[in-house]
T-cell receptor
Framework: KAGVTQTPRYLIKTRGQQVTLSCSPI?????VSWYQQTPGQGLQFLFE???????NKGNFPGRFSGRQFSNSRSEMNVSTLELGDSALYLC????????????FGNGTRLTVT | AQTVTQSQPEMSVQEAETVTLSCTYD???????LFWYKQPPSRQMILVIR??????QNATENRFSVNFQKAAKSFSLKISDSQLGDAAMYFC?????????????FGKGTKLSVKP
């Protein structure tokens, strides 16, 4: 079974631009979550989608948004990029049931210059 | 709000020996899940072990085992017979029972080095 796939692996953007990251979950997984990982703040929860609905959201500004499609694939968008948005963005999928572990992708490394 | 603390930023172990990584957490909930994830240089977070708080028995997965002390809110990971491939960042994580499945609260991580 294929794992969680994130594209692209690396991205370089300029301050003020916007960016879209993509995540394909493991087949059959209906829950997709996004995390931001930085050296200073560590891993922080961005949001979770389940069956195309946002189920939970972390403490991030409205510039961070996401969506999930009917095939469970998810996209994350960051508008008006700031230097502080440089980070590794990790996507994780799960079956969505109680206790179901998260399965992570390899992440997208975003650099904002 | 729940918090997870990993007090050892870096640890080192000799190949074939045993090492214990510490994790403490703070919560007012009685039911929850605890996890250890491993992140090698490839960046992919890999689940090492999972523990349900309502289970008193400590979880084990091959060379990996935990010491879960619910009253002390402690959840340490023991790696036996350490191998070079165990070198990675290790993250302890917490999730409420009944809460959002995707919302894990992570510690800052412990970087484990394995010496040949």
């Amino acid at each position: 079974k294929a794992g969680v796939t994130q594209t692209p692996r690396y991205l370089i953007k300029t301050r003020g631009q916007q960016v879209t990251l993509s995540c394909s979950p493991i087949s059959g997984h209906r829950s997709v979550s996004w995390y931001q990982q930085t050296p200073g703040q560590g891993l922080q929860f961005l949001f979770e989608y389940f069956s195309e609905t946002q189920r939970n959201k972390g403490n991030f500004p409205g510039r961070f948004s996401g969506r999930q499609f009917s095939n469970s694939r998810s996209e994350m968008n960051v508008s008006t990029l700031e230097l502080g948005d440089s980070a590794l963005y990790l996507c994780a999928s799960s079956l969505g049931g109680q206790g179901a572990p998260l399965h992570f992708g390899n992440g997208t490394r975003l650099t904002v210059t | 709000a729940q918090t997870v603390t990993q007090s050892q930023p870096e640890m080192s172990v000799q190949e074939a020996e045993t090492v214990t990584l510490s994790c403490t957490y703070d919560t007012s909930e009685s039911d929850y899940y605890l996890f250890w994830y491993k992140q090698p240089p490839s960046r992919q977070m890999i689940l090492v072990i999972r523990q349900e708080a309502y289970k008193q028995q400590n979880a084990t997965e091959n060379r990996f085992s935990v010491n879960f002390q619910k009253a002390a809110k402690s959840f340490s990971l023991k790696i036996s017979d350490s191998q070079l491939g165990d070198a990675a960042m290790y993250f302890c994580a917490y999730r409420n029972y009944g809460g959002s499945q995707g919302n894990l609260i992570f510690g800052k991580g412990t970087k484990l080095s394995v010496k040949p």
